[in-house]
């Protein structure tokens, strides 16, 4: 689960680390109050949306007069904010931080997540702060200096100065910037986060270090350890079809291709999305229906994969294991009475009975193909597609 910067920095800030002054609006009329609450000679106004290259968009500005930061706020709010990761649709702003400026000498890069070759988290950071770590890693990998943390220790003081020495850091920073290290570690440990970002980290010319942006991801698997973390969702930021898809426990993932793919469990998701770009074609999605696919998983799946218009045919791809696969071939034939299918339909049923299965639906009046194999499905959906 993805938060907005405003929500990472409250969380920072309730570990005891550093972090600008802000306030968050949705209206732009409280601007004036804002920036005299503040008191500050500059503000940053800043538009909250859960995405990078904010600042490119024209989603982060500087104001260094009350009346700057009343237009800003204006011009922001509302906006439809496209970024490298909204991609071309963009993002509409509905809230946006307002918060102190500072005086920056230099922006560094720190960022955490898991790497799953090693199964540990890795800390990462770099002197080319402000700038896509993506390009950064293509450009100038040499740039990214890595530690692996072995989660039983956690950060050891040792790697947290040796990251300091790499950002360059001297004297009190470097005791600065350990503690901030050390801190980030907390909360990516305590609130079991997938991703902390803080881009950039930045030295002041007063010699302060503080972590002037910051994005956190919570891992999904551990939200039952924290209840607290639910009011933190902002539906609107998430996409439609993904929303729909998590109240019937289905794992979807939209994607920009053609193919709508229905498939039980991740691994068989992801070898079927690889073979359709084999044949020729591009997955539309990432959909697993789980081990027990029945009428009411496969007919919610069909609605939500017809519910994208770039979808020109479907592809059935289930493993039948525990549920037999004429079970399963019983359950598409109820599911597509209940939706109407307007696009080719393609299903391959492996497993427990699968050439029962494949009698099964032959036999259903159903129009829709019965492939043999994962090849020969891919092949089939994608030429139905062409034609």
Known sequence: MKIHEYQ???????????????????????????????????????????????????????????????????????????????????????????EEGNLIEKEYYVGITLDRRISKPVFMVSTEGGMDIEEVAAKTPEKIVKEIIEPGLGLQNWQAIRLAFALGFEGDM????????????????????????????IATKDQKVIPLDCKINFDDNASYRHPDQAELRDIAEEDPLEVEASKFNLNYVRLDGEVGCMVNGAGLAMGTMDIIKYAGSEPANFLDVGG????????????????????????????????????????????????????????????????????????????????????????????????
Not at 46 to 67: D, M, P, T, W
Not at 193 to 199: A, F, K
Not at 307 to 328: A, E, L, Y
């Open 8 to 98: 990472a920095k409250n969380i920072l800030k309730k570990y005891g680390l550093p972090v600008p002054n802000g306030i968050v609006t949705e209206k732009p009329e409280d601007a004036a109050a804002i920036w005299d609450k503040l008191a500050q000679n500059v503000v940053v106004v800043k538009a909250q949306i859960h995405a990078g290259g904010r600042g490119k968009g024209g989603g982060v500005k500087l104001a260094k007069s009350k009346e700057e930061t009343i237009e800003h706020a204006k011009a922001i709010l509302g906006m439809n904010l496209k970024t490298h990761q909204t991609g071309p649709e963009g993002q509409l702003v509905k809230t946006i931080l307002i």
């Open 174 to 201: 470097v005791k600065q910037c350990v503690k901030i290290l050390h801190g980030l570690w907390k909360v990516y440990d305590g609130e079991d986060c997938s991703l902390i970002e803080v881009n950039p980290l």
């Open 292 to 387: 027990g696919a029945n009428v009411e998983t496969v007919t919610n799946g069909f609605k939500i994969i017809l519910s994208d218009p770039n979808v020109k045919g479907i592809f059935v791809n289930i493993f039948g294991g525990i549920v037999r696969c004429d079970r399963i071939a019983n359950g598409i034939i109820e599911a597509a009475k209940n939706v109407e299918i307007t696009v080719p339909l393609v299903v391959r049923l492996a497993g427990t009975n699968a050439e029962e299965a494949r009698d099964i639906l032959v036999k259903s009046g159903l129009k829709l193909e019965v492939a043999t194999g994962l090849k020969d499905g891919a092949e089939k959906i994608v030429a139905a597609i062409r034609k």
